[in-house]
Each structure stands twice: as structure tokens, then as C-alpha cells.
């Protein structure tokens, strides 16, 4: 799968198009309340029938991560491994589901599988504006690895992770989230 953000401003109020058609696939919508970000929702807009249309969701406040109905913690969902200045990220949605290692590089997250050999995904978002032409809208690519299972799971980790580093990097508010995130 190979998609865009439309909102190259904001990724947490984003719909999500695939780049052959450019049909909508997913919608994003955050909520906002006194002490910064709540939820950020991913509902899908050609669900099955009979489906829900909600697929996922972030809640910040509670750090928590939702996939059709099944809420876990962040702190059980992940693990690092490695030394203190060679730390990686490792996520697992359930012990039956693959392990993702997730780690940033040149304005590109990656998910890779099986001790980085397998590329399983990729979420580009260009950060600097240019003065003459247009900035790069936020770029999703999922392998048919990723497809299969954790399609929404990968998804969800990508937005956590980039929102995650913009308010690390934004000195201008940490991320109480009133501007673009």
C-alpha cells in the first residue's frame, strides 16, 4: 500500500489517500482537551459491511493504543534492547504477531522485521517548508508483510512515533498541541 496525508500540515487531522487513485482510506481525527491531546481516531472509510468503522485509536493521556476494540499500553506493547547509546525500539502487537523494530532516519521512520533484513514499512514526512514549490505531502508505504496483519498497528505506531519526536523537537509548546500538532 502507498498513500499520502492530504494535510502536509497536520498528520493527526489528515485523511489518508492511495496514491494509485486517490481514494480516501483512512480519516485521522484528533481531540483536544485542557491538558493537551486526548484521542486521535482511524476510522476506515470502506470498512466491510457489517464493520465498524473505527479501526483504531490513540489515547495520549491514558498512553494507550486501540485496535478494534482491544486497548493495551504502550509500556506492554514495546521493548528496547541494545546499549544506552545504541537503543532500539521493538513493538509487538500480541505474542502470535510479528516484532517490528522501528527506528527514525533522514526524515523517514522505518519498520523492519527479522534484526533489520526485511523492510516492512515506511512513513516519510518531510519536515522543512520550501520558499519556491510546494512541500512533500507525508508519505506511507506498507510491504504485503505488513498488509497481512498489522496494517493498523503500523500505522497507529508511525503517527505515535512522529507526533513523539515533532514534540521533542518543537521548542514552542511540548506538545500541548494547540498549532499544527
Known amino acids: 500500500m502507498e498513500a499520502t496525508f492530504d494535510n502536509k500540515t497536520n498528520i493527526l487531522n489528515a485523511r489518508i489517500r492511495a496514491v494509485h487513485d486517490n481514494s480516501i482510506i483512512y480519516t485521522l481525527r ?24 473505527t479501526v483504531g485509536a490513540i489515547h495520549w493521556q491514558e498512553k494507550t493504543l486501540e485496535i478494534s476494540g ?3 499500553s504502550c509500556a506492554e506493547l514495546k521493548r528496547q534492547a541494545g546499549r544506552f547509546f545504541n537503543r532500539t525500539r521493538h513493538w509487538r502487537w500480541a505474542a502470535d504477531r510479528k516484532e517490528y523494530e ?3 532516519d533522514h526524515e523517514e521512520w522505518k519498520a523492519t522485521l527479522d534484526h533489520n533484513m526485511c ?15 510546494k512541500s512533500q505531502p507525508a ?12 496494517e493498523v498497528f503500523l500505522l497507529l505506531l508511525f503517527i505515535y512515533h512522529e507526533v513523539k519526536r515533532q514534540d521533542r523537537t518543537n521548542s514552542s509548546g511540548g506538545g500541548v498541541g494547540a498549532g499544527g500538532w
Open 30 to 53: 484528533t481531540s483536544f482537551g485542557f491538558r493537551g491531546r486526548k484521542d486521535t481516531i482511524l476510522c476506515d472509510e470502506n470498512p466491510a459491511p457489517g464493520a465498524a468503522t
Open 70 to 72: 482491544h486497548k493495551k
Open 102 to 104: 522501528i527506528m527514525y
Open 119 to 133: 523492510i516492512a514499512g515506511r512513513f516519510t514526512v518531510p519536515f522543512r517548508p520550501h520558499l519556491f514549490s
Open 139 to 150: 508519505y506511507l508505504h506498507l510491504t504485503k508483510t505488513a498488509l497481512a496483519e498489522d
